[in-house]
């Protein structure tokens, strides 16, 4: 009876044992499909282009190359511009995909259309990359431009509105330089102290950046609407032309076709300059004799401390890529700590919210101790950007509307009136393809 006994323990023991190691056995293969698959150590290239993205310099590509051989030795890193003539969706056309695209987060939209855009959430979490380390802002940004419920980019680098000034044409015409939290109107009393012909050389006071169009986005005027209808032909666009072409009025700062960029930094016979972030291009111009300095982004009234919308500079993996682990790898080296201390040093701002990497903004700039550079961090941008594909080609028709507006071709309704049958034809005829 004992020994009876004895193996029907004996047998109870063995089953269970079985039930435990197969409950290990099943453990152990579901934490093998939540590890991320090996990656292949064959040599590899990573080839990326740029399609709107402000920060790519050689410097920078060099530094990306160096950082990316160091964590990667397998990996090359390719970064090339598409040919003359072109741009990225040509290319992508004719079978020519890159693997990653330095953008701008306003962009990611108009690529559904040329199916290059792809949910990198997968990647993001096999590379146990923490979204938490960008600031909220910037990742909100790209979050809002992508697919529901999607990532289809990352973000790099924060873009920023500054109002840039030549010192030395202030001091030649005796007049008081620009300060943070200046108000629009106030900056228009400026200009005309700083607008004049002097021996015979034109000096403008004020270039607003993009004609009217970012002068109007702090006030939430923009030409087209999220679901894609035209909203320009509106009372408050109507005060907005005529406001910014009190700007062109000023004797002395009539329109001119030269950029505003170019006018400040390389002719240096602008006074003033509204644009995104230029620290890097400016203190190299320094060197050249540019006296620069830069002060917080002037507001109106109604929304006091509000710049233009201002778009994430991001990193993309196309969708057609055939290494997108590798080009994730690419990207994590890019969004290092390190590499962002870097790079913020050097005059650009980080998209991560880690305060001590915003601290030591523009650092190592050799010619610009003492400018006001933290004014980069004062105001905010506008928050209701609308997410249509159709506002970068809505927006130039808005610029080149208002040029015929300041050239006295027609009367603002009917400038604004147009504008919006264009904007309207332009939407209706790209939806009926």
């Known amino acids: 009876m004992l020994k009876r006994g ?40 990573i080839r990326a282009t740029n399609d709107g993205g402000t920060v790519i310099n050689d410097s920078f590509v060099q530094l990306i190359q160096e950082q990316v051989h160091k964590k990667y030795p397998n990996i090359t890193f390719e970064y090339f511009l598409p040919p003359q ?7 992508v056309a004719r079978g020519d995909v890159p693997d990653i695209i330095f953008t701008f987060s306003g962009r990611l939209q108009p690529y559904k259309a040329f199916d290059l855009i792809f949910d990198m959430t997968p990647l993001i979490k096999q590379n146990n990359i923490d979204l938490n380390r960008f600031a909220p802002d910037q990742l909100e940004l790209v979050q809002r431009a992508s697919n529901p419920g999607e990532l289809n980019a990352v973000p790099v680098f924060k873009k920023f509105y500054a109002l840039y000034y030549n010192k030395d044409l202030f001091d030649k015409f005796g007049a008081p330089y620009p300060k943070d939290g200046m108000l629009m109107d106030e900056v228009l009393e400026l200009t005309r102290r700083v607008s004049r012909v ?26 087209v609407s999220a679901d894609n209808k035209a909203t320009i032909n509106t009372e408050p666009w109507k005060k907005m032309f005529e406001y910014a072409k009190r700007i062109y009025d000023i004797p002395g700062n009539e329109f001119s076709n030269t950029s505003g960029k170019n006018q400040f930094i390389k002719d240096q016979r ?27 982004y002037p507001s109106f009234p109604e929304a006091p401390g509000i710049y233009p919308a201002a778009s994430a500079e991001v990193m993309m993996i196309t969708k057609g890529s055939k290494h997108k682990e590798h080009a994730m790898q690419v990207i994590n080296a890019v969004i290092s700590d390190e590499v962002q201390t870097i790079k913020t040093r050097q005059g650009l701002v980080t998209a991560l919210k880690n305060p001590d990497i915003q601290k030591v903004f523009g650092a190592d700039l050799k010619n610009s101790a003492g400018k006001n550079l933290q004014s980069a961090f004062k105001g905010k941008s506008v928050g209701d950007a609308p997410n249509s594909p159709f506002r970068q080609q809505a927006e130039g028709i808005v610029r080149d509307k208002f040029r015929n507006y300041i050239s006295g071709q027609a009367d603002v309704n009917t400038i604004l009136r147009q504008a919006e049958e264009e904007i309207n034809k332009l939407i209706a005829e790209s939806q009926a393809k």
């Open 6 to 45: 004895f193996f029907v323990v004996l047998a109870v023991f063995l089953v269970l044992a079985g039930c435990s190691s197969a409950g290990k056995g099943s453990s152990g293969a579901q934490e093998s499909e939540n590890k991320p698959p090996a990656l292949s150590t064959e040599p590899v290239t």
């Open 85 to 91: 003539g072109e741009n990225v969706e040509k290319m």
């Open 198 to 223: 002097e021996n015979g050389v034109q000096y403008r006071g004020l270039d607003p950046g993009s004609v009217v169009v970012w002068l109007a986005q702090p006030l939430n005027l923009f030409p």
């Open 270 to 296: 602008l006074a003033m300059l509204l644009h995104q972030n230029l620290v890097e291009e400016l203190d190299a111009a320094a060197a050249q004799g540019l006296n620069w300095d830069m002060a917080q």
